[in-house]
């Protein structure tokens, strides 16, 4: 279809819109009516040809519009106006429309004024905003602006209000008359503020006003004192909203403040107010002020650590249970503010010490509501599994070797484990550790053995986070022979090996992967001992996964093993071994239901045709381990039948029958894939066709087999770029044919049903 | 109405209830915790541990002693046949009981002493899985005491002079001297021989005095409570119950409302652990030992948890990949245990009865057995050689380790600290369990699990029941003794409960005030009576009253007496007098007076009736509710003529 049949067609569409007949429920059909149009218009010339600018005209102008169409309308204004240098007179016609529904439109129509503020607001920042508001009564919209804030509507039309507002006073119109009046007003509100705190909750209008202090304080310098009192006052208030408000606004008067003394004052007021208010309150100001560097970080801290510091004075006395909520929020605090300091750090494992027994434990010392308080254990444990001074390594393993020995909840475990693979390394090198006297000794055989049960327990998410530990100690410390030796020791990687055969889907999957890191590893040696089996015995095991598994989970990390396996250890396996991987990624996988397993499946016979292609490439790798990589030459050989598993025709045919997979995932990814294998491939036809003789090269293409193949390769990748350049995933019919949507909308239009014989036959 | 406690173990309890002339016993447990003061009956010949003589300090008093005490790893134990602390029989005429009702298996262990040894004439009421599975139990108990008979029978420790200076161990024995030795299989089968089994919900009637009921306590299969009613008054009975889902029938608490008064006994035995918590850590543990190379040894009774135990570890080693690990189950009943289980269908829990219908047998260790991963064996002589593989696990009795073929494993198993023994029976003491085998090399862990009531389960349930009066245990109102801490861990109830220990005959709060009887229609046919108001009747009897079989009967008097006419013992008449009733209508009493010739009659309304004033008589008549009082300062006969008019205007029988 030409542009000029597409813009007759969008015509008709905004005919259909302006009737009174327009009744879309669907709304996302006008915002992709709105995109298609956006994407189309690149000149204001298109815009009046196909009828943009007299719809717009005529919407200011119909009173029976439907609102949904009005918003449309709206809308397109905000399309255009960013978008293009609209003559003058357009520019009018829009600001006519603008007015018209700012002030004619009853503001109970909330998603009409919405629409109207936002295309205000992005207006506003437009280069030609004052020639806008030329044609429109400015003063009305902003007094319509400021009563709807006051009246507090829908949250959503307040924001839109507000942030209409907030960005007026960093536009080209903030020094208008206008402008200065509604200011005046903003000041006024936040002068007026109820000062004996009841107001908690804050204003729409107070909100907007506070917003537009924190944006451009120096416009409100004229009542500095006041506003300054108002924000000690909003700050003392104690709830998040007001505290962290206010604290922007100070921040932000003391950035722009010129005057040495105010920004002093402002300091000083501040660091009163947190003196002054209660604990929690203090915190809650503390947490705001932190990031912001409004005052020293030093004694934010101080405030930050308080509670937590007093606990340690007072020697865990039961008679703190009140200051439990100090506790716990001044816990949240250090690990929001990331407060990595030898102090917190200190008070964290105090904290945690006395939390460390069974809850229902009254023996050991500690206060009694913090005992075996989870909410407390996980604050603590997430601070020191990002940081945990030397000081207090000993004292944390300590807690953890007790918490591990006793909790029900998996998450308080995996946080306890993470920590320890944190800290094994120092640990493990510590003097204390070599040192008689010490308990460290004892604190990691007795988590060794709550580990170990653990890897036995009747929950499986413990079983599976004990894997997992096991996997994080071999990723993060396969360099550091003590945590290994460690480890090794305690059986943990027999233990999440064995679990290859767990009942639950997520361990075997876990357990899976765990083995995979070790087998990766220089310790696979140690498994095969201490599990008493060969590495051919283990593969034997994962193909059945492969093959039998009911659940994704474990055939996806049985697949990647089996993949790594392949390419890293194939000089371990027996030659049988390599011949049933490469035949369950050849068969049994490339058929599989789960998308990610056939992915995985891609990117194996990818890493095989790599290895190939480098291995004839550079003739120094071809003795690598790889060398049960058939490599090019196995295409000669097929008409010979010397196929093998692992070989270059092998690995394309998978591909090209995933090429055709039903899953756009995968299939889009092989024809991604299969444009470097082809332009490598050609690369070699080239260089065997100018380094060979004739002969061989006769050979090559006498090859009726390989050169079946490379010719199939090369459509299926040229249909694969087609289809890539044509259409996507994500892409619907009416991004590639915007006419469709222009008649679906069209469909709508019931007038025309009446008159349509043959719908109304159907109907019956 | 008297109940007395004839067992110190709330667990193993033994009552008699004396109510409405029939005496019932209330369970008969064994209390078999005191064979721990003796060393294990070894399954193979006399192992060397064991014999090293204990020295007593006084020199006389070591002579008196000889060789009946060895000491091992320092602690001292007899070295002589196992005895058992049987219920205080004495306290009451054994040959007098006229019932015994059994809860479960767990509490009839002593029946052969009291069916066979004491002149019972009664009858025993249980339900059939308590009667099989009591003869199980009973049974592997004999085989075990005479298996392996120690034939030496020690009582020379037990003389007070002696007793007094033994280490506390021995000291703290109960009652030494009433100790008995095992029974017989013969009187295992003679004492069920008096068994009469009843299903659930089924009444059986005593003597016509009371009617007995055994409703569910899903403790265990075919545990039950018992409800006693009499037509006036109703006491329950609760033994060996459970509210948590496990195999049996779940309990049934409607036939236990409304009851005067009930009877609280074998509550939970380990309150401060939670089984479903201990039957995880069983697990957990069990798979740590196997996956290290291990073999796990469980003391186990032949019966009842182990079901659980199959269950949850045979699908907890499934998830943790160990579908090869043989369960080997050793006990001289352990066939007709398992066989046992899988035809009680009507006596399980809705899922397991469920299963039947499939049909599929309800437990899963049917199938565990036919795939060859459970075991069973009668010893360990019974072919488990051939088939042993390592690592396994191995349930075997007695959870005491003073008998059974686990004594054989501990020995066998103990030295390696790779094996682990798990306790699950919460009847005996670990530790002391363990003292004989000391030093122990291989791994302990103590996960008792005791699905009976624990204390908050019990208010709860007491709450909802709301009985008139509690009777419990003296321990159970007292927090345990190793967690005093916890006060929460008690009996609480209002009225506060009665408390029972051993030896102590309680008269229990209930007053039988009201009798049926029965009128014979010959009497009936007499009887003119009289309606007092809206269906209640009343007419005066003279007959005879007839009591047979606790059956009360009115019948007309014999032919040699007048009837109708009430005689004194003496046979002197008793005059006829007549009963009046009724309301005086004021208004018919102040005519009649009227026509009696009383004038000038004044009546005035108070509160409670009226007042009728006779000023002419100087008399005043107050009549109220419930009495009339004829104030008369004048002439008796004036009295006399109001009193006759009175009676004239009311009724009379």
Not at chain 1, 601 to 629: H, M, N, Y
Request: negative net charge.
């Amino acid at each position: 279809m030409n542009e000029q049949e597409y813009c007759k067609k969008v015509q008709e569409v905004f005919e259909f819109l302006l009737s009174s007949s327009c009744h879309i429920h669907d709304d996302t059909l006008y915002h992709k009516l709105l995109d298609s149009l956006n994407g189309k218009m690149i000149i204001p010339e298109f815009a009046e040809s196909c009828g943009v600018i007299d719809f717009l005209q005529r919407a200011g102008n119909n009173t029976d519009i439907s609102p949904d169409t009005l918003v449309f309308a709206v809308q397109l204004v905000e399309k255009l106006v960013s978008k293009l240098e609209l003559p003058g007179i357009h520019l009018e016609n829009m600001s006519v429309l603008i007015e018209t529904v700012a002030l004619r439109t009853s503001v109970d129509n909330l998603s009409v004024f919405c629409a109207l503020f936002t295309t205000m607001t992005t207006i506003l920042q437009c280069p030609c905003i004052k020639e806008f508001c030329l044609n429109i009564d400015f003063q009305d919209i902003l007094k319509k602006s400021f009563d709807i804030l006051k009246e507090e509507r829908s949250i959503f039309l307040s924001r839109a209000v507000s942030e209409f507002i907030c960005s007026l006073f960093s536009s080209k119109m903030a020094e208008s008359q206008e402008a200065k009046k509604l200011l005046k007003e903003l000041q006024t509100i936040i002068v007026n503020f109820d000062r004996d705190g009841s107001q908690r909750v804050l204003s729409p209008s107070m909100l907007c006003s506070l917003r537009v202090l924190e944006k451009a304080p120096h416009l409100f310098n004229d009542s500095f004192a006041e506003i300054l009192d108002v924000l000690i006052i909003l700050m003392k208030i104690g709830s998040t909203q007001s505290s962290t408000t206010a604290a922007r606004c100070l921040h932000s008067l003391c950035l722009q403040c010129q005057d040495r003394a105010k920004s002093e004052r402002v300091k000083s007021l501040v660091t009163e107010a947190i003196e002054t208010v209660d604990i929690v309150k203090g915190l809650h100001i503390a947490k705001v002020l932190y990031p912001l560097q409004l005052l020293e970080r030093s004694s934010l801290e101080n405030t930050i650590l308080e509670p937590l510091q007093m606990l340690d004075k007072t020697n865990h006395s039961p008679a703190m249970h009140s200051s439990l909520p100090a506790v716990s929020l001044s816990l949240t605090i250090v690990n929001d503010c990331n407060i990595q300091k030898l102090e917190a750090c200190k008070c964290v494992a105090e904290v945690l010490k006395m939390t460390e027994n069974r809850p229902d434990d009254f023996t050991g010392s500690g206060c009694y509501s913090f005992t075996g308080s989870s909410k407390l254990q996980i604050k603590c444990l997430d601070y020191l599994g990002s940081y945990t001074s030397k000081e207090v390594m000993l004292s944390v393993i300590s807690s953890i070797s007790n918490i591990v020995s006793y909790t029900t909840e998996h998450m308080i475990y995996g946080k306890c484990l993470l920590c320890l693979c944190r800290l094994l390394p120092e640990v493990l090198c510590s003097s204390c550790y070599s040192s008689e006297r010490s308990t460290v000794k004892s604190d990691l055989s007795k988590i060794k053995e709550s580990v170990q049960r653990n890897f036995c327990s009747v929950e499986w998410e413990f079983r599976d986070t004990s894997c997992e530990f096991v996997r994080n100690l071999m990723d993060k410390h396969k360099d550091k022979e003590g945590v290994i030796q460690w480890m090794l020791d305690s059986r943990f990687h027999v233990f999440a090996c064995q679990a290859v055969g767990d009942g639950e889907s997520y361990v075997r999957a876990t357990s899976l992967s765990t083995l995979q890191t070790v087998l990766l590893s220089s310790y696979r040696t140690n498994l095969l001992q201490d599990m008493n089996t060969t590495i051919d015995e283990i593969i034997s095991q994962i193909l059945d996964v492969c093959k039998t598994d009911s659940e994704a989970f474990p055939r996806r990390s049985a697949a990647r093993l089996l993949h790594h396996c392949l390419l890293d250890l194939s000089y371990l396996l027996h030659p049988d071994s390599i011949q049933c991987i490469a035949q369950c990624f050849s068969t049994s996988l490339p058929s599989d239901f789960d998308w990610e397993v056939k992915l995985i499946v891609v990117e194996f016979w990818c890493a095989i045709l790599k290895r190939c292609f480098d291995a004839d490439l550079d003739k120094e790798t071809s003795d690598q381990p790889l060398g049960i990589v058939v490599s090019l030459d196995c295409l000669k050989n097929e008409k010979d039948g010397k196929r093998g598993y692992v070989s270059i025709s092998s690995a394309i045919n998978v591909l090209l029958k995933l090429s055709c997979d039903y899953d756009p995932s995968v299939s889009e990814r092989v024809c991604q894939e299969l444009c470097w294998i082809c332009e490598t491939l050609e690369k070699f036809v080239l260089k065997i066709s100018s380094a060979t003789n004739d002969d061989n090269r006769s050979d090559w293409c006498v090859c009726a087999h390989c050169s079946q193949l490379i010719t199939e390769l090369l459509n299926r990748m040229t249909e694969g770029k087609e289809k890539t350049r044509n259409d996507s995933v994500f892409k619907t019919d009416y991004d590639s044919n915007a006419v469709s949507l222009l008649d679906d909308i069209l469909l709508l239009d019931r007038s025309q049903d009446n008159n349509d014989e043959d719908n109304a036959i159907d109907c019956y | 109405m008297k109940l007395s406690c004839l067992s110190g173990n709330p667990s193993k309890p033994c009552f008699i209830l004396h109510f409405k002339g029939v005496t019932l016993m209330l369970d008969c447990g064994l209390d078999i915790s005191q064979v721990l003061k003796f060393l294990p009956l070894s399954v193979v010949p006399k192992s060397d541990n064991y014999d090293k003589k204990w020295n007593h300090s006084d020199k006389e008093k070591d002579k008196i002693l000889g060789d009946e005490l060895k000491e091992v790893a320092g602690s001292v134990f007899v070295d002589g046949s196992l005895e058992f602390c049987a219920p205080e029989f004495g306290m009451t005429t054994l040959s007098e009981v006229d019932a015994i009702l059994l809860s479960n298996h767990n509490t009839m262990l002593a029946l052969p002493y009291v069916t066979e040894y004491s002149g019972f004439k009664g009858t025993v009421y249980c339900t059939e899985p308590t009667q099989q599975i009591g003869r199980q139990y009973m049974e592997e108990l004999v085989t075990y005491v005479e298996r392996n008979p120690r034939n030496k029978k020690c009582s020379k420790w037990k003389s007070d002079a002696i007793l007094s200076s033994l280490p506390t161990f021995l000291r703290e024995a109960i009652r030494p001297t009433a100790w008995r030795e095992c029974y017989t299989k013969h009187d295992i089968q003679a004492c069920l021989s008096r068994v009469q089994t009843v299903g659930y919900n089924e009444k059986r009637n005593i003597y016509g005095a009371l009617i007995i009921t055994a409703c569910s306590s899903g403790y265990s299969i075919g545990s039950c409570n018992w409800t006693i009613k009499s037509p006036y008054q109703k006491i329950c009975y609760i033994s060996g119950t459970s509210t948590l889902t496990t195999h049996p029938k779940p309990m049934d608490t409607e036939p236990l409302r409304q009851s005067d008064l009930i009877i609280v006994s074998s509550m939970t035995k380990t309150p401060g652990y939670n089984p479903d918590q201990m039957i995880g850590e069983f697990c957990m543990n069990t798979v740590v030992t196997i996956k290290n190379g291990g073999n796990v040894l469980v003391p186990c009774y032949p019966s009842g948890m182990i079901f659980d135990l199959f269950e949850c570890l045979s699908s907890h080693l499934d998830s943790c990949g160990l579908t090869t690990v043989p369960l080997y189950f050793l006990s001289p009943v352990s066939d007709s245990s398992l066989a046992y289980s899988n035809i009680y269908a009507e006596w399980l829990s809705g899922s397991k009865q469920s299963r039947v219908y499939l049909p599929e047998p309800p437990f899963p260790h049917a199938e565990l057995v036919s795939i060859g991963r459970l075991r069973q064996y009668l010893n360990i002589h019974d072919g488990l050689q051939n088939d042993f593989k390592s690592p396994c696990i191995v349930f075997a009795g007695h959870p005491s380790l003073r008998m059974g073929d686990v004594v054989h494993f501990i020995e066998l198993w103990g030295k390696s600290t790779g094996n682990t023994i798990l306790f699950t029976e919460p009847d005996f003491p670990y530790l002391e369990a363990l003292a004989p085998f000391q030093p122990l090399q291989m791994k302990v862990c103590y996960c008792p699990i005791d699905t009976g009531l624990s204390f908050s389960q019990a208010n709860k349930l007491m709450r909802d029941l709301k009985p008139g009066h509690l009777v419990v245990a003296e321990s159970y109102v007292q927090p345990p003794s190793n967690l005093s801490h916890k006060t929460d861990m008690v009996v609480d109830y209002d009225p506060p409960p009665l408390t029972y220990k051993r030896g102590e005959i309680l008269t229990l709060p209930i007053k039988r005030q009201f009798e049926t009887v029965e009128i014979t229609p010959n009497l009936a046919k007499n009887v003119s009576p009289v309606e007092v108001k809206p269906g209640c009747m009343v007419s005066m009897v003279t007959a005879a009253l007839n009591i047979k079989d606790n059956k009360y009967t009115l019948e007309l008097l014999p032919d040699g007496h007048l009837s109708g006419k009430k005689r004194r013992a003496d046979g002197s008449l008793i005059r006829e007098k007549s009963y009046i009733w009724g309301s005086l209508n004021i208004q018919s009493f102040v005519d009649a007076l009227t026509r009696q010739g009383i004038t000038d009659i004044k009546v005035e309304d108070t509160e409670d009736g009226s007042i009728i004033d006779l000023p002419n008589d100087d008399t005043l008549i107050q009549v109220e509710g419930a009495s009339t009082h004829i104030i008369c300062n004048g002439e008796e006969i004036v009295r006399t003529k109001i009193r006759d008019t009175l009676l004239r205007c009311l009724q009379k029988l």
